[in-house]
């Protein structure tokens, strides 16, 4: 039962990745490899609010946004100097390998390879948040708040101003729309809810150390948001919540534990490349404008069930 | 000082070994519009074809490097033909190609860590003797790595200056449509581009192999590498993406002078954002 | 030249603008008063939108000041001069083509987006320019005759103190186009200048005609007057060498 909860609570930090890069790629037109990254950021500043200060899960979720989000800053800024979307790119591996070396590296506060263990349940008003059902319920509570979120963001003025930018930069600008003012803020506010997943996987798992927070952690929302279909309200949570059940079912399956991560990853890999290559609006259909986008030449292909 | 120079020499040539890489990587991305991370993959292939054949089976060298060229342009055609080929035709965009080829990259890191573990293979330490010069180390592996990355540069900008394919290459990455205007087959010469910036992944990783150890996870690396030198560098410009690669060795070989050996890789890719700040197109900006 | 005027709608000042060493605008004046529609003319690589470029803020002039109503716009960025009031349309059309027609039309009302006001005001402006029927239709699925019409109720809609419409008519069909000059004929007190090819849509629209050529102003008057001269019809349609005709003029002019 312990290992059924802990693949929901998993589940669902990775559901809030997947939403979190989908504001991203899906409205921002932004590609992110460093999503992971900010994942980590959030499960080492839960860690450390939990070890040195208090328990309190509130103070490390609103702790961990604020963390995640600054730290893309000097990500972000460098990176939308230019306007081409490899720079953006690019810097994102580049900044996953600095931050990726400071957890591992930065001993006297992340505890380097070894990480960080031992604190302490963490609490909402001095009642023990468990893992086990009560961290379920919180997760729950936190990926709804999560999706409305961003859901909101994505069709206030400020995400119609964003998919504007993304579609036409130079249009947008002379509409008065900032364009760049808006990328660096939507960067912040997805890499905020980045490390919000950390947090729960910090209260789940116990510990933290840098091998959770990988490129390989990047690659699998990157599967999960392209397999789901970028841009559309279900494709990041039905991708994850698949991403998740796959391995989590095979590990009832007798495969020698060695080989199970690999093979995982392995599928993980085909799943992106055969669904960008065959399926790019991924399972859910997608909005027909972010396929549009994916898909430009082949706009008479417009399958039923594509009203918007 | 004399350690600050080996390490500098030590840098330097790694940088060559990195250039070789980030130079193909340029020179497809600039004339096929591929976001070719799996070069990365490439990168590995090659390296454990090598180790296949003239370690684990005692094949001469030559043998070896010839068994690594075979694999290395095969992996590449069949990632071309079951990925790219249809993307190119379908006309989709830079993102979709990065992520088709960042999944391939997976893939072959992956299946390379069954067959082959996830530590790194064995390799002679051979190349790691050298000679000192007036207190300087120099490895053997320095000198074959800076003279294939010496030798191969020059063939390759003969290649591109004073062969007709050549010139007809740098006219594609300036112009596509003017090449097709002349009716030349534009598919051939993003081919022949991928082809030999496959090619040189073959060297870089065989060198590496020797004097880093040869592991999985090389191939992300070292193509995080090459995708920076390329941006870094000024998208389409060769010379620009082999120089950022060379300084990227060489930062991160010096940065151990000041600070812990951990951090050199961090060091070097915070000098990227420092560029990226001053000249946000990289150093030799493009014209487009 | 027109007369001095305290705080026109818009006015260029001494603009010059090379690329790499060839001068693409030189000593460009005009003021727009505000009185009727302005038209730019001129051959093609006259320099007519890459003033419109200079103006909006997309180019940045070698010499030269842009203003609006006695504000320097030089040196803003392009958001900043929308902010100004000054909006312009772009003769590739540049609609968000992942939009819905809708959508293009309320990019950039920032709060006000949802107010009953903004939203009844989009609906009238849909409406005027025969758009409402396409309003959740895709930008990039448009006719050419409605995406032009989009790409002027994209601008209508922020009230611009002055707008600037290249080629608002070019490969329209007739009822998109009498859409269009209702529409534009109706907003009297709009400062507008156009940049047009087509000169029936000129003599339709524009009341004043500034001609030019190679970079230059070669001639600036009512509609009828200049496009009755023979001189620029000879420049216009390239007969006799067109930059020899225009420093000739020019040299008149002086």
Known sequence: ?????????????????????????GVAGLFSAAVGVFYGVGAYVASLIWLHWTSDLVVALIAAFIAGGLLAIPFVVPALRSKKDVTFVVASLAFASIVGEVFASWNSVTGGYTGLYGFPIATVFNIQISPGLPLVIASVILVVIVIAGKELLARSAWGLDLRATRDDERAASSLGVRGSWLRIQVAVVASGMAALAGVLYAAQVGYVDPSSFTLGESE???????????????????????????????????????????????????????????????????LGRVRARLRPLEISRRRGGDSV | MTLFLSLAVGGLASGCLYALVAVGFSLIFGMTRIFHVSQGGVF?????????????????????????????????????????????????????????????????????????????????????DGVHAGGVQITYGDMVGVASAVVLTVLMAWFLRYTVAGTRLRALSDNPELVRDYGLDINRYRLLAYTLGTILAVPGAIIYAYTQGL?????????????????????????????????????????????????????????????????????????? | MSEIQNNPPLQVVGASMSFGGVKVLTDVDVTIDGDGIVALVGPNGAGKTTLFNVICGALKPTHGEVSSFGETLSGLSAEAIAGHGVYRTFQDLRLFRSLSVRENVCVGLGRTLRKRSTIEKVDALLEELDLAQFEKVRARDLAHGA??????????????????????????????????????????????????????????????????????????????????????AAVYFGRGGGSGVATDIAKDRE
């Open chain 2, 44 to 128: 590995l292939v090659a390296g454990y074809a090598y180790y296949w054949v003239s370690i684990d089976h005692h094949r001469p060298i030559v043998v070896g490097i010839i068994a690594s060229i075979i694999a290395s342009i095969a992996i590449g055609l069949l990632i071309y033909v079951l990925v790219y080929r249809r993307m190119l035709n379908s006309n989709r965009e830079f993102f979709s190609l990065f992520i088709g080829s960042f999944g391939v990259l997976v893939v072959i890191q992956n299946v390379i860590s069954m067959m082959f573990g996830v530590a790194p293979v064995p390799f002679p330490s051979s190349l790691l």
């Open chain 1, 1 to 25: 039962m312990a290992y059924f909860e802990t693949v929901v609570v998993l589940g669902i930090a990775s559901i809030i990745l997947a939403v979190s890069l989908d504001l991203l790629i």
């Open chain 3, 147 to 232: 995406a032009k019409l989009l790409t002027v109720a994209r601008v209508l809609i922020h009230d611009p103190k002055v707008l600037l419409l290249d080629e608002p008519g070019a490969g329209m069909d007739i009822q998109s186009y009498e859409r269009l000059a209702a529409a534009l004929k109706r907003r009297t007190d709009l400062p507008l200048v156009l940049v047009e090819h087509n000169l029936d849509t000129v003599r339709d629209l524009a009341s004043r005609v500034v001609f030019l050529d190679g970079g230059r102003v070669i001639a600036d008057g009512p509609t009828d007057e200049i496009l009755s001269r023979d001189d620029l």
């Open chain 1, 220 to 286: 699998l929302i990157a599967a999960m948001v392209v397999l789901g279909g970028l841009g559309s309200f279900y494709g990041p949570v039905v991708g994850a919540i698949l991403l998740t059940a796959i391995p989590a079912g095979l590990t009832f399956v007798t495969i020698d534990p060695a080989y199970l991560g690999l093979i995982e990853q392995t599928a993980f890999g085909l799943i992106i490349v055969i669904i960008i290559v065959v399926r790019p609006e991924g399972i859910m259909g997608g």
């Open chain 2, 215 to 288: 592991s999985p996870a090389a191939g992300p690396d070292i193509v995080t590498i090459a995708i920076v030198a390329c941006v870094a560098g000024g998208v389409g410009s060769l010379v620009g993406s082999g120089l950022v690669a060379l300084g990227y060795g060489l930062i991160s070989g010096i940065a151990v002078y000041w600070f812990p050996g951990a951090w050199s890789e961090a060091i070097a890719f915070v000098a990227f954002f420092i560029l990226l700040l001053v000249r946000p197109d990289g150093l030799f900006e493009s014209a487009r």
